[in-house]
């Protein structure tokens, strides 16, 4: 986490902290880094913006220090992938990967700065001090977007398309947009969607694995929906497990849904929405063993192939 666009990829770095880092990008690939209080002026400035990071919600798992996986006590807010932890390729969004380095150097979190690998004392400490959550964030960016806007006014410059803001006013948009309740809307959806909410699907998460690893074995390499049945003679005769996976697909629905109606009714881009609700439920769906696939009738419960 110790490379500069301007500085050699190799070279050590002219920063004392930094002078055992080679620059291999190793720990930039494992993931980008959780942001902690001190992460927020960067947010003031406007260095970092919501859309450069990922949520991973209260009870979703997250991998530790020890590179175990846990359910989290609570949320975290990480720099994100480049796409959104698709194909499990969590590399940090600012890495340069065809020469290791930081995009935001300069300005990089604080744990980017506390990390090497030979020395990992720092990184411990930091851990699990002082994590912001979300809200932190959505103050800190609409502080900043505010100042800026300010400054722009005064300045007599205004970029905004929107014929209700006046000339010379530059309206903050999105996750700064003012008078969002944003307290209200992370409430709401977690009332649907959170972890604990899931927590049913996660008791019988075992059963789950058991019918899905039953049916890898008679179907390999195909990736079929799971054939839950109420019939007690059936292997598959699992009705908490059936009503579990109601519940869980009753989530991925609201969760698709409200993510449209955010974007829809609060002008958030697709870029702000794995920050302001996390990854999408169904993306999640590993959790359980299982995956989530569109079918004609709308999402359905999947196994994933061998
Ligand atoms: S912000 Fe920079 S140093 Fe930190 S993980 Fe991302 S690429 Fe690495």
């Known amino acids: 986490m110790h490379n500069e666009h301007d500085m050699p990829a190799l070279a050590p770095q002219a920063d004392d902290t930094d002078i055992d880092c080679r620059g291999c990008g190793t720990c930039c690939r494992k993931g980008g880094p959780a942001l902690h209080t001190e992460d927020l002026a ?54 340069n990967q065809s020469d290791n380095r930081c995009g935001v150097y300069a300005h990089r979190p604080a744990e980017c700065r506390a990390l090497l690998c030979r020395d990992t004392w720092a990184i411990k400490t930091l851990h699990a001090v002082d994590r912001v959550t979300r809200l932190d964030v959505l103050e800190a960016w609409a502080e900043g977007a505010a100042e800026r806007a300010g400054a722009a006014a005064g300045a007599g410059q205004s970029d905004s398309p929107d014929p209700a803001v006046p000339a010379g006013h530059v309206a903050p948009g999105g996750c700064a947009a003012p ?128």
């Open 179 to 306: 008078g969002v309740p944003w307290a209200d809307i992370l409430a709401a959806h977690e009332e649907r969607c959170g972890y604990s909410v899931l927590a049913p699907v996660g008791a019988v998460g075992a059963a789950l694995q058991r019918a899905a690893d039953e049916l890898r074995a008679r179907n390999p390499g195909m990736a079929d929906p799971m054939p839950l049945s109420e019939d007690p003679a059936s292997p598959f005769h699992v009705a908490d497990t059936a009503r579990a996976v109601d519940a869980f697909l009753e989530a991925v629905r609201f969760d698709f849904a409200f993510r449209s109606l955010v974007r829809e009714r609060a002008g958030v881009a697709m870029e702000e929405l794995d920050f302001l609700l996390g990854r999408t439920v169904a993306a999640t769906a590993a959790m359980y063993g299982v995956a989530v696939r569109m079918g004609a009738d709308g999402p359905e419960v999947v196994v994933f192939p061998t």
């Open 42 to 95: 960067l947010f003031r400035a406007g260095h970092l913006a919501p859309e450069h990071c990922l949520t991973l919600r209260a009870g979703e798992l997250a991998r530790d220090l020890d590179g175990q996986l846990r359910p989290l006590e609570r949320e975290l807010v990480k720099l994100r992938p480049r796409m959104a932890a698709r194909g499990g390729d969590w590399t940090c969004l600012f890495l």
